[in-house]
């Protein structure tokens, strides 16, 4: 095996754990590894869509207020934003899976103490969210090891992420469903319990995987790591003219797409039907990753940046009093599009990138889109309440018909061609 070395100090192996040869990584996608790797990544999916459910269940029935719910899931993104750099670093010198083990393990121990003072009855505000906190710290150390992990266990990555893709956005669903069951049945510290338990598996499963022995890339200092990621990053045009794109549509589009909606939907139809179309556009996500599965195109960015034009009709849905049918149509259109640009960005990243820099460069992916698509979230009240809501509506259809245009006029997106 090929030996990577950092060009700015000697590398040193750190070997994974090795039960048996890795036999079948070459030769079929449902090998051992990717078994128990899509078992991790689709029971703590689930447990992820309990926890906001969980938490306003929980802070509102304590009498603390909506704000309460805001400032507890806000902590934990905050902590995931701010530290998944830090992680795709540690991820490069001591292993993804390693850090992803460690990961749960202090979700799996956070959401046990979450569980505990729910079920007591009156949870210290200061508590939630300093244990909402950690869990957005272990977050941005599981982050990076999801993309990195994945080329050296299936042979076809593209496949591999949409059946991710796919089974992540049907547990999606179903979390905030079995959440809403469980709180009537035992309250949140029964949700945050199943929780806790999703993490425990997640874990076991993360910890059976056995990947061949690998060098681990060590600078001189942790800055040093950082800084390389930052080069690794800047040399390639595609990637950093993508994501620069993407900081301008996260804000403008989807950003305000997920408040608008719910302010929209709810106040047409009732929240129940607000319901009805996140779980429509929940099973566009699967058909757009089902789709993907499918093709494959020789140029998967410009392939994918034509799948962006369908979030239109799920903007235009909201900005105009269509029918029910035609606004569900439109939910599912924007979801299935979404599905399939993410696996074809997916792919791309995990494929063109070096894999002793693939940690690092998707951490600065994840920190720059979270970023922006919280910001977006956050001016989408006000500035609907200045400007009105329609017109930041056809305003966002507008801006994405532009990013679309500005992706397919950067040659270095437009021309870059699959691998694998």
Known sequence: MAIVTDKRAPSQT???????????????????????????RTIARFGDGMVPVALAAGLLDAGHGASSVSFALGAWMVCFSGFVIVGGVLADRFTPRRMMVLADAVRLGATVVLALIFAA????????FALSALNGLAAALFQPGVASMLPQMVPDVQRG???????????????PAAAGALVGFGGPGVVFGVNAGTFAVSGICLFMIRLAPVAQVR??????????????FRARS??????????VYGVTVLGPLVPLEAVVVTERHGSTMFGVMMTLNGAGNAVGGLLAMRLRPQRPLYSGTFALFGIVANVLVLAYDVPLGVMAAGFFIGGAAFAYWLVMWSTTVQTHVPQEALN???????????????????LAGPVAEAVGMKQVLIAGAVINVGVCGVLFAVPAVRNLRRKG
């Open 14 to 40: 750190i070997p994974e754990p090795i039960a048996e040869p890795v036999e079948e990584a070459g030769q079929t996608l449902w090998n051992r590894n990717f078994r128990y790797f899509f078992t991790a």
């Open 121 to 128: 009855g009156a949870p210290p505000l200061w508590l939630v």
């Open 161 to 175: 992420n949409a059946m991710l893709n796919v089974a992540e956005s049907l547990t999606t669903m179903a979390g």
């Open 219 to 232: 600078g001189e200092s942790f800055l040093a790591d950082i800084a390389g990621g930052w080069r690794e």
């Open 238 to 247: 595609w990637l950093w003219g993508v994501i620069l794109v993407w900081t």
């Open 360 to 378: 690092r460069i998707h951490a600065y992916d994840v920190a720059g889109s979270l970023i922006m698509l919280a910001v977006g979230r956050a």
